[in-house]
């Protein structure tokens, strides 16, 4: 018998098991890629998940809970099912919110799940669920350039261009389903919140920075205190222990100022913020300058501009939240009440020249100009403020019903101490203008000018403005207030006063243009007698030079008159003293003659003798004879008489003639007349 052949080449069964094995093998080979992850689903297992977990990490069927990394991986395909998903990857300047879709449920009342550091940065699933990580959204997000491989099933990381994972609800999954893909506005995110909040300085008008700050809203932590608006940590204690201390002012202002962002790093940790005991709602510090990377589930940031204090003002500050109000302004003071900083209420101490973070919804700041604030009831506005916006010009009727219209410019200072007692009075700067400033102005020059007729207002608008000045002054001085001037500036008058004032104007200005005329024409007259002065004025000072020398030479004439009357008057005593002398000698020797002589013959002889020093002559013309002996004397005494017939005295004898011209009285019973003083010369000239 023949021997059979095998019904199977072996060769055949060796190429079915090769197809086999490809058929079973080599799909089971799973090539990840660098930047992938592997999801793997198990087909078939007889265990069964829990009711709330869609991942199993017991070897249930469905998602498995570890991943298969990049590489060659073995996985049998017909058993397990796997897909490739992406790392995920968050671009800069970006953030990843991160959703937990498997771990324990939420507590009744939380919104996010518990954060722990063994979580890391959500890698690795299995060890998130081994240490009690919860469903939902997690407190931290995944910052900028983070390149993470998150379980997609597990975790759904929702960034700003696309959404990261496998969502487990329904709804959600009938998008994907469609096609669509998820986008962040699928979860109540719009894509800006999921960037990072920068914080930093914005234009503003005529292009210049504004500093801007961060108010912080939180959405998730245990409620406030009651009465309380926004959340401090640790509340105000420390501010209550610096204020039993004795702490100053500045230094209250200064820690409440500060922040205490460092114990959850900028409310980026959020878990921390929460640790610390953070409340939900407003909270009081602020974000300050930088980039931060915020859940939007649980923070929102509203900038505001930064309070500037400058120059020449303060912000007196209204706080709402604080320590219970305690009056610091002293029972004389009944306009409201100061506390000291840290309390709720009026700051007793302003802020000055300075740029401070303090948060509007906590704290209102009123700006109080304290330099010299000019206020304008006109049509203008001021341009450092907008305080009399709504002021205008001041109307107001004269007692003949008159309407007068004009501007009107006050200045008021406020100073920096009393800043906020003026705010405790009036509220804002912009009341105190407008309810007060405005009442006691408008109302005073109203019943001033009703009081008095229209031309005398304008006639004494100085001393209106001097007792508008002296009435508002002592109006806002109530108030804390200084005025520092008070202006009456263009006034607009009614057209029937213009027409009358005009003409009146005119016709005083024609009057003193005939004034000015016949004081022209005065002038004029004058100007022709000066200038006729002044064409003299050559003769007039050569008269006057000649005046001066005649004057000169009277005076030298005078002076050698003077000279020579001394002269001639001293001469004159001489002469007297020498005559008298000689008419004492002569005496003596007419003594002595008569005793020897006889008193005829001395007569003849002294006759003789003057005959002689006259040069009388004598001889030959005369001859002189006689009979006795006596005769040649007689003779010569009837010559003698006959000669001098002429000169002798009637009723006197040639004696008695020649006797009274030789013989004279002694000097001390008659003097000679001083000789008359001589004509003075003419002038010279003359």
Known sequence: MYPTAPLVSPDLI????????????????????????????????????????????????????DLLMPGLR??????????????????????????????????????SAIYKSEFGNFSNLTLFIAHGGQKGVQRPVLPPGSLVPVHPVGFLVITRRKVYGLPVTPELQDVVSAGNILTPESYGLSPDQL?????????????????????????????????????????????DKMDKGGARDAEIIDALLGSKNHLHNNYQDFQAFLDNGGKIGLQHDLLLYGAYALNPFFVSVELTPMLVVEQGQVAVIKAYVGMVTQDTSGPEFKFGSLVKPGHRGIWQEPLRTGKYP?????????????AILTLNWAETVSQAHSLDARLQQIVAKSREGFVFRFDLQVQIH????????????????????????HAAVGNHFRDKLQSMPAIVFIETRQQVQNEAFAHISQQIS?????????????????????????????????IQTFQKQRSAEEQRITMEEAKGTADMQAKLAQSKVNVDIETNNANAQKAKAEGEATYI??????????????????????????????????????????????????????????GNGSGSMDGLAATLMRYLGGGGQKGQGP???????????????????????????PPKGE
């Open 655 to 681: 004696e008695e003639a020649i006797v009274m011209e030789t013989v004279k009285p002694p000097v001390e019973t008659q003097l000679a007349p001083p000789p008359p003083e001589p004509e003075p010369e």
């Open 414 to 437: 406020v100073p920096d101490t009393k800043a906020p007692k003026v705010i405790s009075m009036v509220g804002t700067m912009s009341n105190l203008v407008s309810e007060v400033l």
């Open 569 to 626: 008057r001293q001469t004159g005593t001489a002469k007297g003293a020498e005559v008298e002398a000689v008419g004492l000698a002569r005496a003596k020797s007419y003594q002595a003659q008569v005793q020897a002589l006889g008193q005829s013959q001395t007569a003849l002889v002294n006759a003789v003798t003057v005959l002689a020093e006259r040069g009388a002559k004598f001889m030959p013309e005369i001859l002189v004879a006689g």
């Open 74 to 111: 073995f996985k049998l395909w017909l058993l397990y099912k796997v897909e490739k998903f992406p790392w995920v990857q968050i671009p800069a300047g970006e953030i990843g919110v991160v959703i937990a879709q498997v771990g324990q449920p939420l507590p009744i009342g939380a919104k």
């Open 14 to 65: 060796w190429y079915a098991v090769i197809v086999i094995a490809a058929l079973l093998f080599l799909p089971s080979i799973r090539v990840i890629g660098p930047t992938q992850v592997g999801l793997v689903t198990k087909r078939l297992s007889f265990k069964k998940l829990s009711n709330d977990n869609p991942i199993a990490f017991e070897g249930e069927a469905g998602y498995q809970g």
């Open 358 to 370: 303090i948060n509007p919804r906590c704290y209102q700041a009123e700006i109080v100009p304290t």
């Open 195 to 239: 960037q990072l909040v920068r914080i930093e300085p914005e234009p503003g008008s005529q292009s210049k920075m504004v500093d801007m700050v961060g108010i912080v809203t939180t959405y998730e932590g245990d409620p406030l205190p009651s009465g309380d608006i926004a959340s401090r940590l640790d509340g105000f204690s420390d501010v």
């Open 478 to 510: 109530e108030y804390h207030v200084e005025t520092k001037g008070v202006y009456i500036q263009d006034v607009i008058l009614p057209e029937a006063m213009v027409k009358v004032l005009t003409e009146r104007e005119i016709a005083n200005q024609e």
